[in-house]
């Protein structure tokens, strides 16, 4: 799968995304090491804090399922019902959530307007990150 496939299918999640309080759609598509893709929306709740990010929501669908090992994400986000105007950085929590299953090659493709994206990889996105293996 090209990076810009899975950027394509980011966007096409934020179709999906429930926003009634930023407007702010978010899509992504998590690509696993078997090929597979799961895709996520961001869902928001009236208590706000509930609400969950599309890129957890495409990693816990992926982990529920037997997944466990990844390969890279794609993210978009934007005003909802409207194309996206610029890069969307992925939340420090999601970033996190991507370190407990991923390594720190794993890629994240940043969709911009236009079907450009910029690649970084996951140690680039978390410096100096903590995981499992520093709990010794
Ligand atoms: N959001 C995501 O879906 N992913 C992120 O990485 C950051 C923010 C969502 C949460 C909320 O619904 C909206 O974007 C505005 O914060």
């Given at each position: 799968m090209k990076p810009e496939e899975l950027v394509q299918l980011a966007k096409d999640a934020r179709a999906r995304s429930y926003v009634p309080y930023s407007g702010f759609a978010v899509g992504a598509a998590l690509l696993c090491k078997d090929g597979k893709i799961y895709q996520g929306c961001n869902i928001e709740n009236a208590?706000?804090?509930?609400t969950i990010c599309a890129e957890r929501v495409a990693v816990f669908k992926a982990v529920y399922d037997g997944e466990r090992e990844f390969e890279a994400i794609a993210v978009a986000g934007g005003r909802a019902g409207e194309d996206i105007t610029g890069l969307f950085p992925p939340c420090g929590v999601c970033r996190q959530v991507l370190r407990e299953f991923c390594d720190l090659d794993f890629m994240l493709y940043l969709a911009k307007e236009n079907g450009e994206y910029e690649a970084r990889s996951l140690g680039e996105m978390l410096p100096m990150s903590f995981s499992g293996a520093d709990m010794k």
């Open positions: 208590a706000f804090g509930p």
